[in-house]
């Protein structure tokens, strides 16, 4: 599978990975989040060629990540904002920093710390599950398919076919269902 297939995936990670999966791109996220707005602001923080920026900019933008508002007429410049989908991307984030001050911060702590507004406490992010309230731990979750990959599976196993292992199943899932979309068109 090419990495420009990703997006057609039946797997969410794929898709999430056919936008955040280069990595320019969640810096940039960080540095929105942080409050840059302007091409040459996050050009500044990040030390990133103009032309590899404009790229990752124009994906996010494209992806419904970013937005652009204009904020100077002549010549028209843009700055970018984050959208609701945008804005959606703040778990990971949190999440992403919590693993790389767990893992990786060579001994001398967290380079920074997030204060939670409300209570006034620095906090840490935690993964709970959304019914019970409980810490997600990877041992006490397990992947349920959805409906694309039920009905892929209910079409081989009707005709006989073999199932494919499960690393396989969300490509092989992926091509039944784009050819089948162009038997339906």
């Known amino acids: 599978m090419k990495w420009e297939d990703t997006e057609r995936q039946v797997c969410s990670v794929a898709r999430a990975l056919s936008v955040l999966g280069e990595r320019w791109t969640l810096l940039i996220i960080r540095d929105a989040f942080r409050g840059t707005r302007r091409f040459d602001d996050f050009q500044a923080s990040l030390d990133i060629t103009r032309h590899r920026l404009s790229e990752r900019l124009k994906k996010l933008v494209s992806a419904g990540v970013l937005t652009r508002v204009p904020y100077q007429e002549r010549p028209v410049r843009y700055e970018y904002r984050?959208?609701?989908?945008?804005?959606?991307?703040?778990?990971?984030?949190?999440?992403?920093?919590?693993?790389?001050?767990?893992?990786?911060?060579?001994?001398?702590?967290?380079?920074?710390?997030?204060?939670?507004?409300?209570?006034?406490?620095?906090?840490?992010?935690?993964?709970?599950?959304?019914?019970?309230?409980?810490?997600?731990?990877?041992?006490?979750?397990?992947?349920?398919?959805?409906?694309?990959?039920?009905?892929?599976?209910?079409?081989l196993k009707s005709t006989g076919e073999a199932l494919p292992s499960e690393g396989e199943l969300a490509r092989a899932a992926s091509q039944y269902w784009q050819a089948h979309i162009k038997e339906l068109s």
């Open 82 to 155: 984050l959208t609701r989908k945008g804005l959606a991307l703040y778990p990971i984030l949190m999440t992403l920093s919590q693993w790389g001050d767990d893992w990786m911060d060579d001994g001398n702590g967290p380079p920074q710390y997030y204060r939670h507004s409300v209570c006034g406490k620095i906090t840490r992010p935690v993964l709970t599950c959304d019914q019970c309230g409980d810490p997600l731990r990877p041992e006490e979750v397990s992947p349920q398919q959805g409906s694309v990959l039920s009905s892929y599976v209910t079409h």
